[in-house]
């Protein structure tokens, strides 16, 4: 049983986790939930008391079909989903409202991270990105040895690990190779956590073969990190981080608020494409859009989170660089549904076709909309491929090929991936299970990463067969605290808790295996 | 060409990810093959294919390969068919803008010197050391003697066309310390090196005697590598 995560008073019909007062008695009393979850729990429901957004009847329809979905935000956001400090800002200028000077060495400087770590607030309410991490560390590591660096950065991480206890969580590396960058990888092999999150921004101009083949050896070591183009992805964003599961943000910025579109559940409502097109897709488009404004009005305007918390009065957050997510799940499903029957999205170019008009009516929208304090996205709406979550059954992660109908060839898959990731700005991933052999040859795999990003596909992820840590569907878990978990005992993560069901749910085990 | 199967993606066949093409067609019979399917000169499961269509398979990789690799089968019993297979596919890179290297995987029993065409489109030849000593040699590879192989490695090095030599570690069956000490005595004399791959014996496939025998352990693959780093190879193992 988790209360934690899903607290809403929406009564989506779909939704398991539906809040009831009496359960606020049974938060208090668990068993099950450590005394942080149960704080959390309780905060959440106590936010849930409120009714302050302006839904509308039709809108509320559709959250109680499972159309729209707000992935359990809360009835009064008193801060923006994603928050991406500015942390070189940080460390620069030093952080008044935490007593914190501007670090002077290695020791200051992770100390400092860990302390503002600790009051960066988010949906979670566990920091979802911690910098580019191997850049802030990099000036504070000249004249000291590799291994007296590996030691303090394993402590580190492992009070990462062992305090952020969920890992939507992100640490970015790249694209300049550096020495920091290195050591990190070397201890995050090492360690085998599953906090943090790693991505690599790679630029095949900028970041040299053996630095991208060492961070692809580590994947099929230990799962971590990710490889993002950041040719295409930095042209969305002058400076952007990579936060949670592959969410791309503006630093210095974020994202208000993240709510999903379930295409299966809206196509579910028709058998004619014409009819969803022209008619119910726009009608839930609009209404979901104008919720999210509802949402962002309200942490701007009442939630006094610009004019009070100290990101933003300190000036390590601004304003006008937050984004709205406007998410999407199942298209896979969804163009199922329409397809002649037996074809399939990611094998059949019938499918693929119905996806792509579906893809390109949703993209209209959102560069059409007119969104409120979205100065960063012109006031557009952003895309987001969402992952799905735990209690999602039948439904593939955003624009994702379905486990088991993947492409016999690995190119036909990424080719596919990059005709639909162009539509996506705020993140969309591939993740790609590896035959052992693939780890001694991280160049071979290189070579596929440089193809698929020339070709558009914008962000991948690999771990090797034989790896305990896995990608669920962007965070990671170890198949070993699965079965802790699913043998009854307790474990550390919560995502522990989300990727057992979905590792299950989702078949991700028989993930098409790529490699010879 | 008489051709096998082709491999769109192998990572084990060359440097970085590559498009392997097996060719049919075995001029010797290693006790340890792994694929003795190929060794027949003809065979029901392989197909006559043109130079255009196998060239077409391979556009179909690209942007993710960074080469093809001709193997076997002994690819170079097709040494006329794979001269033209190597132009159209430089023809290939030409039209695409896409580097595509052209690599052989040899045993060396054919004369690559008398082949001037085909090496000049070739960047290089991976090329398999069976064994040093001809009564080994002739023991698993049912050959006279080595002494093609010997000439090729001269000359291959001579010309920067050695891409890598491979040896198949299988103690009992393969003199691996003595290859070793071969090896580093001829990069000597000729003043060149090449990049030198241990390969683990694996049962996988094999037909016959070996079919059963044991992997060699991780100390004896060490010992093996101890010694080609003594002699100054620059040596990998898989």
């Not at chain 1, 053996?210 to 799962?223: D, G, M, N, Q, R």
């Not at chain 1, 896995?470 to 808790?497: C, D, F, H, M, P």
């Amino acid at each position: 049983m988790r209360f934690f995560l899903y607290f809403c008073t929406l009564n989506c019909k779909y939704c398991k986790y539906t809040c009831l007062m009496s359960d606020i008695y049974s938060i208090v009393t668990s068993r099950q939930l450590s005394y942080e979850q149960k704080v959390v729990a309780l905060a959440h429901a106590a936010e849930d008391t409120l009714s302050v957004l302006n839904v509308p009847e039709t809108t509320r329809r559709y959250f109680e079909q499972g159309v729209i979905c707000n992935l359990n935000e809360g009835n009064a956001p008193y801060r923006p989903r994603y928050i991406m400090p500015d942390y070189e800002k940080a460390v620069r200028q030093g952080v008044k409202f935490l007593q914190l000077e501007p670090p002077r060495d290695l020791d200051e400087l992770l100390t400092f991270l860990q302390v503002l770590y600790r009051h960066v607030p988010s949906i979670t309410t566990y920091p979802v990105f911690l910098g580019d991490i191997d850049r802030l560390i990099e000036p504070f590591i000249e004249g000291l040895s590799d291994d007296e660096v590996k030691r303090k950065l394993r402590n580190f991480f492992i009070y990462l690990d062992r305090t952020i206890t969920d890992s939507f969580c992100h640490a970015n590396l790249g694209p300049q190779a550096t020495r920091a960058g290195r050591l990190i990888l070397d201890v995050d092999r090492e360690l085998e956590q599953a906090v943090p999150n790693l991505t690599l921004k790679y630029d095949p101009a900028v970041t040299p073969d053996e630095f991208a083949e060492k961070a692809i050896y580590t994947s099929l070591c230990v799962a971590n990190p990710a490889i993002c183009n950041d040719v295409l992805n930095s042209r969305t964003n002058d400076r952007y981080g990579i936060s949670s599961c592959y969410n791309i943000l503006p630093i210095a910025g974020g994202s208000y608020t993240l709510t999903r579109l379930v295409l299966p559940k809206l196509a579910a409502m028709t058998d004619d494409l014409h009819d969803f097109i022209e008619r119910l897709l726009p009608d839930a488009m609009q209404c979901m859009a104008d919720y999210m404004s509802e949402r962002i009005r309200f942490i701007v305007e009442k939630s006094g989170f610009f004019e009070s918390h100290f990101l933003a009065t300190e000036g390590l957050v601004e304003r006008d660089r937050f984004v709205a997510m406007f998410g999407l799940v199942g298209l896979a499903e969804a163009a199922n549904h329409f397809a002649p029957e037996g074809k399939k999205y990611g094998s059949d170019p019938e499918a693929d076709a119905i996806a792509e008009q579906i893809m390109q009516v949703i993209y209209d929208f959102s560069g059409r909309y007119e969104c409120p304090y979205c100065e960063i996205a012109g006031h557009r709406l952003l895309l987001h491929a969402q992952v799905g979550i735990d209690s999602d059954h039948g439904i593939t992660s955003g624009i994702r090929i379905p486990v088991g109908d993947e492409p016999e060839s690995i190119y036909d898959h990424l080719r596919h991936s990059a005709r639909f990731h162009r539509f996506i700005p705020t993140g969309c991933s591939d993740i790609l299970p590896f035959d052992i052999t693939g780890k001694q040859n991280p160049a071979a795999v290189l070579d596929i990463v440089k193809g698929a990003f020339k070709l558009g596909q914008k962000y991948v992820a690999f771990y090797a067969s034989d790896s305990d840590l896995v990608r669920i569907t962007g965070y990671l878990v170890k198949r070993s605290e699965i079965e802790k978990w699913n043998s009854g005992q307790a474990v550390l993560q919560n995502t522990t808790q989300l990727g057992a069901p979905t590792y299950a749910s989702a078949h991700l085990a028989n993930r098409k295996l790529r490699g010879v | 060409m008489r051709v096998r199967k082709i491999i769109s993606q192998s990572t084990v066949d060359g440097p970085g990810n590559r498009t392997a093409v097996f060719l049919q067609g075995c001029n010797i019979r290693c006790a340890y093959c792994h694929n003795p399917e190929t060794q027949a000169m003809d065979d029901p499961e392989a197909r006559e294919m043109s130079v255009q269509e196998v060239t077409a398979e391979v556009a179909r990789s690209i942007p993710f390969i960074r080469g093809i690799t001709v193997s076997g089968g002994e690819c170079m019993l097709q040494a006329g068919e794979m001269t033209e297979l190597f132009r159209a596919v430089r023809q290939l890179s030409i039209e695409s803008g896409h580097p595509l290297t052209r690599l052989i995987d040899s045993n060396g029993t054919i004369q690559f010197a008398e082949h001037a065409v085909l090496m000049s489109l070739c960047d290089g030849v991976m090329l398999d050391v069976k064994a040093w000593d001809n009564a080994v040699y002739h023991r698993l590879t049912g050959a006279k003697d080595n002494s093609a192989v010997i000439q090729n490695m001269e000359w291959l090095l001579r010309h920067d066309k050695l891409t890598e030599l491979r040896i198949v570690c299988l103690p009992g069956m393969v003199d691996v310390e003595t290859i070793l000490e071969h090896i580093a005595k001829t990069f000597d004399s000729i003043g060149k090196i090449a990049p030198v791959r241990l390969l683990r014996f694996r049962p996988h496939g094999v037909a016959g005697e070996l079919k059963n025998h044991p992997m060699p352990t991780d100390e004896q693959m060490a010992r093996y590598t101890a010694l080609a780093q003594r002699l100054r190879l620059d040596v990998s193992v898989r």
